[in-house]
């Protein structure tokens, strides 16, 4: 197997027979042995049903259908698991990554890199609100770890069967495959493309799960927050304590002093935020510890037509 695209579905139907055709339009021509690999996250819709058509057709089209939705960065994840392919692309279904850039992607892997991932040089069709947060993350989270991240760049790419099993390696419950790959090293590249509007359909990714992805990005590669918390503390201590000071100061010395009831209150609440987004950002590493202690599997896969012994077994 030359190449495996991995592609995950949340609630897809109105694009996936598009993706299909697209797909097919631009890796026949290739002439490479290929293979899809539907990853179905738990869709509410006619997904799939879409994808068991497929696959009835097309034997080139392998599926897992998990229990329930696991999130987008498990789902490509259970993808790699399963990939056979020397090649792997990761691509979203909804058409906004154009499948027509995977052949310029498999030449740059041919001319001896092991990653290339496609930056997004504009985005079309997404609200000021997300190309900025987006925006101001990518800029945070390089400016933060001590991993070059690449900017403007999802988990759209070609990635060689070595970056694949690195990644296979690497136990993490908290997923956010883009830092991943940049933490394995090895050439890599990058062409730029202009991000197109979603086909059809509506986003999958709510503000909770932008979130909470922002803050796998974070909590995964770098210990900035803590360090901050603790700088912070130090910060607020040095002040209280000048500010202790003066207080006897005026007390004893000046006798000039008001029943200070304000600065009581602003010192109150000024210590108590400090000291709450401390123990936040603490709680957000603790709970990530306590997601891997658990060692649960990462996903639950209710059903495949991936003949593969080596992988988690379907559960019945
Ligand atoms: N997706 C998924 N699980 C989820 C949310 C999204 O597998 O819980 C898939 C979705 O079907 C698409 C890709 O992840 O193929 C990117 O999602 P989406 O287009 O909704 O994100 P956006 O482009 O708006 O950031
Ligand atoms: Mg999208």
């Known amino acids: 197997m030359e190449l495996s695209v991995i592609i995950p579905i949340y609630n897809e139907e109105a694009n996936i027979a598009a993706l299909y055709d697209r797909l097919r339009g631009v890796l026949d021509p290739m002439g490479l042995r290929y293979e899809f690999i539907f990853i179905n996250d738990g869709s509410r819709d006619q997904s799939l049903a879409l994808i068991h058509t497929l696959a009835s057709r097309d034997p080139r089209v392998r599926y897992i259908d998990f229990s329930r939705n696991f999130g987008h960065q498990i789902a490509v994840s259970a993808g790699l698991d399963l990939a056979a392919g020397e090649a792997v692309v990761i691509i979203d279904a909804d058409l906004q990554d154009p499948p027509e850039l995977i052949p310029q992607l498999y030449q740059k892997l041919k001319e001896g890199f092991e990653v290339v991932y496609a930056k997004r040089r504009s985005r079309q069709g997404e609200s000021a609100a997300k190309k900025l947060t987006a925006k101001l993350f990518y800029r945070l989270l390089a400016s933060i770890t001590n991993i070059s991240i690449p ?36 050439r890599q590249t990058y062409l730029e493309y202009d991000r197109a509007e979603r086909a059809g359909g509506e986003t999958g990714y709510t503000y909770r799960k932008m979130i909470r992805l922002a803050l796998d990005g974070i909590t995964g590669f770098s210990d900035a927050p803590l360090k901050a918390a603790t700088i912070s503390g130090f910060l607020v201590s040095a002040i209280a304590f000048l500010v202790m000071l003066y207080t006897l100061y005026a007390r004893f010395e000046t006798q000039d002093y008001e029943p200070g009831w304000a600065s009581l209150m602003i010192s109150i609440l000024f210590l108590g935020g400090v000291q709450l987004i401390a123990v936040g950002i603490i709680g957000e590493y603790i709970a990530r510890l306590s997601t891997n202690v658990r060692q649960r599997p990462l996903y639950i896969i209710s059903d495949t037509n991936i003949p593969v012994e080596s992988v988690p077994q379907p559960v019945q």
């Open 151 to 186: 900017v403007d760049t999802g988990d759209f790419r070609i990635i060689s069967r070595k970056v694949v099993d690195a990644l296979k390696q690497m136990p993490e419950q908290n997923k956010f495959i883009r830092g991943q790959i940049s933490w394995i090293g090895y």
